[in-house]
């Protein structure tokens, strides 16, 4: 009887403590992690958030100037995410191959620097600055980290003559299903980096994606091509990713599979520290917003906003996951 009670007992113990955390101390957890973890330092300041599919569960900010949950920010290549769900809308769901080439970095399109925010899609492609929109066949079939695939696509795409306005309605009424409201726009005519908005909108954006109200659901982590030139140099020639590290990068966003550091996070990090992301089990969002301009033109890595945010978003997916603060 003794040996059956003290079974028992240890069933009930072991049930509790297999209890998954509550949203509470989820919450808890995260804001312990975004205020106190070393992981997060560098970030600081910075506003967060984690839903799903339904909207928002928790969030919160840290450090002084935080940007609030509507603040407009630049959202540099968190753009890009945005550009790859309007085509996989515009599309169906069904992307052809030269679709899945350009918009998983792919193509012989490899050298745009930028543009200007008086342009149009196809003057900022073809100006001097960016080698008149000229393909480099060197790169043609290998991951090459820049913007001018998505610069090349939009014009593939009939939106040539679109400037900032002209473009952000386009694909404002392409992703349609976010509401009239949606406040996402651009400040120069580039597809992959040109976007700006808040942590508000983006949040709204990946809520869709979640709910599978958007063509890109079951796309994430679809057509995905090694990343890292060092790992995988017949596949790759240039990224931005740390060279320890192996990601992935699929139609528009990487995957964070590195075998030692990843979580298999589906994300889109822009240059300025605005980081948005998804769990690999497509069940909750996250979004890390701040812009900062200081470091991201350095060579170290640490002193790169976009790392700096991406360290500290897998420290917050952590905490929320455990229900446990990191340190």
């Not at 009930?12 to 330092?41: D, G, I, K, S």
């Not at 952000?168 to 406040?183: C, K, P, Y």
């Not at 690999?280 to 812009?291: I, Q, S, T």
Request: glycine share 14%; with cysteine; net charge neutral.
């Amino acid at each position: 009887m003794e040996i059956w009670l003290g079974a028992m007992a240890f069933g009930l113990a072991a049930m509790v403590a297999a209890q998954p955390p509550t949203q509470a101390e989820r919450a808890a957890a995260t804001q312990a992690t975004a205020e106190r973890a070393e992981a997060c330092r560098a970030a600081r300041p910075f506003y967060w958030e984690i839903g799903d599919g339904g909207g928002l569960l928790a969030s919160g900010a840290v450090g002084a100037g935080a940007p609030g949950r509507q603040t407009r920010l630049a959202l540099a290549s968190a753009s890009k995410w945005i550009y790859a769900a309007y085509v996989a809308q515009r599309r169906q769901g069904r992307l052809s191959e030269s679709d899945i080439r350009l918009l998983s970095f792919r193509s012989a399109y490899t050298g745009l620097r930028g543009c200007g925010a008086w342009q149009t899609v196809a003057s900022c492609m073809n100006s001097r600055i960016n080698d008149y929109g000229r393909p480099d066949a060197a790169g043609d079939g290998r991951f090459f980290y820049n913007g001018g695939h998505m610069q090349r696509h939009a014009l593939e795409m009939g939106l040539g003559e679109d400037g900032n306005e002209a473009l952000a309605v386009e694909v404002r009424n392409g992703l349609s299903v976010m509401g009239a409201d949606w406040g996402f726009g651009y400040a120069q005519p580039q597809p992959a980096g040109g976007g700006v908005g808040s942590a508000g909108d983006y949040a709204r954006f990946l809520q869709a994606i979640i709910a599978g109200r958007l063509a890109i659901h079951a796309l994430l982590g679809a057509h995905a091509v090694c990343a890292n030139p060092r790992a995988c140099p017949r596949q790759a020639l240039q990224s931005p990713i740390p060279e320890n590290e192996v990601w992935h990068y699929s139609i528009g966003h990487w995957v964070e599979d590195d075998p030692g550091s990843g979580d298999g996070a589906f994300s889109s990090p822009g240059a300025f520290g605005f980081y948005p992301w998804i769990s690999r089990d497509k069940a909750h969002y996250g979004v890390l917003a701040r812009e900062a301009h200081a470091g991201w033109l350095s060579r170290s890595a640490t002193d790169k906003p976009y790392l700096q945010s991406a360290v500290c978003g897998r420290a917050l997916r952590q905490a929320w996951s455990s229900g446990q603060a990191v340190r």
